[in-house]
């Protein structure tokens, strides 16, 4: 990813070769109106694509993913985590597909969405599909549309900290699957600011 | 001061079912209280109440605590003004270690009482000193807050955050329920550890274990919302011969 200032990969197509491995991280932060279409194409043999992406929305962003994960050739992997938070009357839209074809056996794909929303007025509606079309595949999906734990609040709060930074606490555990390295600072003033 | 707790005339409630019926109750500085009670007495919900719970409603009565208004304050101002809860089933904190947890729990004390907050390795030797007290492995300060830990763990670590926070009220729910022997005298040998004339203890709890090795200046039984009874030690015995149909 370089150095210094964190650069978003473009969005579009990508196709990964055999023995290759394509990293993708984005990161959405409160304000940004995006429309991310990911498409990837893992089309040699033994190759992989790991994506994560966070999202943090605190007004009216309106936010959507669009993933496709092809595997097109055997022993390929894929990876997706895509984790945010919505608040405002944002509104989000996760759609994602892992498509396996014929030849594509020994795949390993998996894909994660889950968010948190903070708002009654924020919206998210999350899509996860897997299209199988080869016998001999590890896939899993899940996707999870929730609040920040009550629970876990006010145990917190019982040990004295603050009901604000004991959300802060929470919402940065949650993130902390997909919080780009050297970007804590950043990301933890955004999610102060939600 | 004289009285450090007092509950007068106690009712609340969940949703629509009143579980208080009119608690009544006073704690002095330095005592030990145990409150016993058959399951469903209202045992846990006095503990809820007690540190703030949101979803339990106090409709009658009122709560002192140093003479102040107890049930105006905000758990996390309960926390900073010496309150504790071992929770009876302790919450589990994925993402957070028990390092960042409660070192963000003392220096929110801290600040509330207008001090600086701790250095870094100043926390980490105070960290270490108390969970050698409980017994727990040095490894456990990196550990994710309850995640994964044995019923026996997880109440050492309730302890540990008691040491830390070096209450003036400690409330120990039902600390002994799923305990073995070995893991109960590690929490108590806490416990006693952590007395002193300033300090008090309510030890809820619906049998007798604990109480034989923290022992208690007075003992209520609350059955059905209210203390139906109180006394001395000679009540654990009363219970564990005949229960609690007695009274």
């Not at chain 1, 978003?8 to 932060?29: D, S």
């Given at each position: 990813?370089?150095?210094?200032?964190?650069?978003?990969?473009?969005?579009?197509?990508?196709?990964?070769?055999?023995?290759?491995?394509?990293?993708?991280?984005?990161?959405?932060?409160?304000?940004?109106?995006?429309?991310?279409?990911?498409?990837?194409?893992?089309?040699?043999?033994?190759?992989?694509?790991?994506?994560?992406?966070?999202?943090?929305?605190?007004?009216?962003?309106?936010?959507?993913?669009?993933?496709?994960?092809?595997?097109?050739?055997?022993?390929?992997?894929?990876?997706?985590?895509?984790?945010?938070?919505?608040?405002?009357?944002?509104?989000?839209?996760?759609?994602?597909?892992?498509?396996?074809?014929?030849?594509?056996?020994?795949?390993?794909?998996?894909?994660?969405?889950?968010?948190?929303?903070?708002?009654?007025?924020?919206?998210?509606?999350?899509?996860?599909?897997?299209?199988?079309?080869?016998?001999?595949?590890?896939?899993?999906?899940?996707?999870?549309?929730?609040?920040?734990?009550?629970?876990?609040?006010?145990?917190?709060?019982?040990?004295?900290?603050?009901?604000?930074?004991?959300?802060?606490?929470?919402?940065?555990?949650?993130?902390?699957?997909?919080?780009?390295?050297?970007?804590?600072?950043?990301?933890?003033?955004?999610?102060?600011?939600? | 001061?004289?009285?450090?707790?007092?509950?007068?005339?106690?009712?609340?409630?969940?949703?629509?079912?009143?579980?208080?019926?009119?608690?009544?109750?006073?704690?002095?500085?330095?005592?030990?209280?145990?409150?016993?009670?058959?399951?469903?007495?209202?045992?846990?919900?006095?503990?809820?109440?007690?540190?703030?719970?949101?979803?339990?409603?106090?409709?009658?009565?009122?709560?002192?605590?140093?003479?102040?208004?107890?049930?105006?304050?905000?758990?996390?101002?309960?926390?900073?003004?010496?309150?504790f809860?071992?929770?009876?089933?302790?919450?589990?904190?994925?993402?957070?270690?028990i390092t960042?947890f409660m070192k963000?729990a003392v220096?929110?004390?801290?600040?509330?009482?207008?001090?600086?907050?701790m250095?870094?390795?100043d926390f980490l030797k105070l960290m270490k000193e108390k969970m050698a007290l409980v017994q727990m492995k040095p490894?456990f300060a990196?550990?994710?807050?309850?995640?994964?830990?044995?019923?026996?763990?997880?109440?050492r670590n309730e302890i540990l955050q008691m040491a830390l926070l070096d209450p003036?009220?400690?409330?120990?729910?039902?600390?002994?329920?799923?305990?073995?022997?070995?893991?109960?005298?590690i929490?108590?040998d806490g416990v006693?550890t952590l007395?002193?004339?300033?300090?008090?203890?309510?030890?809820?709890?619906?049998?007798?274990?604990?109480?034989?090795?923290?022992?208690?200046?007075?003992?209520?039984?609350?059955?059905?919302?209210?203390?139906?009874?109180?006394?001395?030690?000679?009540?654990?015995?009363?219970?564990?011969?005949?229960?609690?149909?007695?009274?």
């Open positions: 990813m370089g150095h210094g200032k964190y650069i978003a990969p473009p969005q579009g197509q990508y196709q990964v070769q055999a023995g290759e491995v394509l990293n993708l991280q984005y990161v959405v932060l409160p304000g940004e109106s995006r429309d991310l279409e990911i498409s990837v194409d893992l089309v040699g043999p033994g190759a992989e694509a790991h994506i994560k992406a966070l999202y943090l929305c605190k007004a009216s962003e309106k936010v959507r993913f669009r993933i496709v994960m092809h595997h097109k050739a055997p022993g390929c992997k894929s990876t997706q985590l895509i984790n945010g938070i919505a608040g405002g009357q944002a509104d989000v839209r996760f759609d994602g597909t892992i498509v396996v074809a014929p030849d594509a056996q020994q795949t390993e794909a998996y894909q994660e969405n889950h968010n948190i929303v903070l708002t009654e007025e924020a919206k998210v509606v999350t899509k996860p599909q897997l299209e199988i079309y080869a016998d001999d595949v590890k896939c899993s999906h899940g996707a999870t549309v929730g609040q920040l734990n009550a629970d876990e609040l006010f145990y917190m709060r019982s040990r004295g900290i603050p009901e604000a930074e004991a959300r802060t606490l929470q919402m940065l555990s949650f993130l902390s699957p997909v919080i780009p390295a050297g970007r804590e600072e950043e990301i933890e003033a955004a999610v102060r600011s939600l | 001061m004289d009285k450090l707790l007092e509950i007068h005339n106690l009712h609340a409630r969940i949703g629509d079912k009143e579980i208080l019926k009119g608690i009544d109750l006073e704690i002095k500085p330095g005592e030990v209280h145990a409150v016993m009670g058959p399951n469903g007495a209202g045992k846990s919900t006095l503990s809820a109440v007690l540190t703030g719970r949101p979803d339990y409603e106090v409709t009658e009565g009122s709560i002192l605590y140093k003479g102040q208004d107890l049930l105006g304050m905000s758990p996390e101002e309960r926390a900073w003004a010496g309150l809860l071992s929770f009876q089933y302790p919450i589990e904190i994925p993402g957070v270690t960042a963000a220096n929110a004390k801290l600040k509330a009482e207008g001090k600086p907050e250095k870094a390795g490894e990196k550990r994710e807050v309850n995640v994964g830990f044995s019923g026996g763990e997880k109440k003036v009220l400690s409330i120990l729910d039902e600390t002994d329920s799923g305990l073995d022997v070995d893991a109960l005298k929490v108590a006693n007395r002193s004339p300033e300090k008090s203890t309510i030890i809820i709890t619906h049998y007798h274990k604990l109480l034989e090795y923290v022992k208690p200046d007075v003992v209520h039984v609350l059955k059905a919302g209210r203390i139906v009874k109180t006394g001395g030690r000679e009540l654990i015995d009363a219970i564990e011969s005949q229960g609690f149909d007695q009274f």
